[in-house]
T-cell receptor, first 118, second 114 residues
Framework: AQTVTQSQPEMSVQEAETVTLSCTYD???????LFWYKQPPSRQMILVIR??????QNATENRFSVNFQKAAKSFSLKISDSQLGDTAMYFC???????????????FGTGTRLKVLA | ETGVTQSPTHLIKTRGQQVTLRCSSQ?????VSWYQQALGQGPQFIFQ???????GRGNFPPRFSGLQFPNYSSELNVNALELDDSALYLC?????????????FGQGTRLTVV
């Protein structure tokens, strides 16, 4: 069974600085997807960034980038130029898409609460 | 805004009662999944519906059931509510067969069982 571990329950960063959130996972699969989702106080889960395991190149979305280390099963999120609006819970998630049945499910970590300080 | 809407936003029920939560999927999406997020935890997969049939289920008892309608809206039903059912329930919609698909989540329904 797959598991996702986020070892940092809470983090804080000064506005405009850079912060890295850690995530490790365990799987025997070779093809899968990894995600970082943001959950602000509004509760809606918002996709931050996605990485496909077969791609060696790390994904980047504006101020957000990942460090994907497949052999180490590590998937960290780097937020550059942190903004007050980045304050939220961040969840790392694993997904194995079962193409035959169309079934897919996310396996989420327990989250990291990030606070950006003015 | 993701286009996925859930109702109600908050709900209080008594232990032993039954509850129905509703979700309207994003336009064009044919798959809906439900997740339970207990306080301080990540979301846990309950089940998934595709073309009105359940095609995947997590480790939840049969008193958790669902429906998906032809217009891709969905319901989550929970019978015989227990105190541990208190959680945020998230609905997520997606388009199956789209490799590398991602789910779009609603804002959730906060269920409190007393």
């Amino acid at each position: 069974a797959q598991t996702v571990t986020q070892s940092q329950p809470e983090m804080s960063v000064q506005e405009a600085e850079t912060v890295t959130l850690s995530c490790t996972y365990d799987t025997s699969e070779s093809n899968y997807y990894l995600f970082w989702y943001k959950q602000p106080p509004s509760r809606q889960m918002i996709l931050v960034i996605r990485q496909e395991a077969y791609k060696q190149q790390n994904a980047t979305e504006n101020r957000f980038s990942v460090n994907f280390q497949k052999a180490a099963k590590s998937f960290s999120l780097k937020i550059s130029d942190s903004q007050l609006g980045d304050t939220a819970m961040y969840f790392c998630a694993f997904m194995k898409h079962k193409l035959a049945s169309g079934t897919y499910k996310y396996i989420f970590g327990t989250g990291t609460r990030l606070k950006v300080l003015a | 805004e993701t286009g996925v809407t859930q109702s109600p936003t908050h709900l209080i029920k008594t232990r032993g009662q039954q509850v129905t939560l509703r979700c309207s999927s994003q336009s064009g999406h044919n798959t809906v999944s439900w997740y339970q997020q207990a306080l301080g935890q990540g979301p846990q997969f309950i089940f998934q519906y595709y073309r009105e049939e359940e095609n995947g289920r997590g480790n939840f008892p049969p008193r958790f059931s669902g429906l998906q309608f032809p217009n891709y809206s969905s319901e989550l039903n929970v019978n015989a509510l227990e105190l541990d059912d208190s959680a945020l329930y998230l609905c997520a919609s997606s388009l199956v067969w789209s490799r590398g698909t991602e789910a779009f989540f609603g804002q959730g329904t906060r269920l409190t069982v007393v």
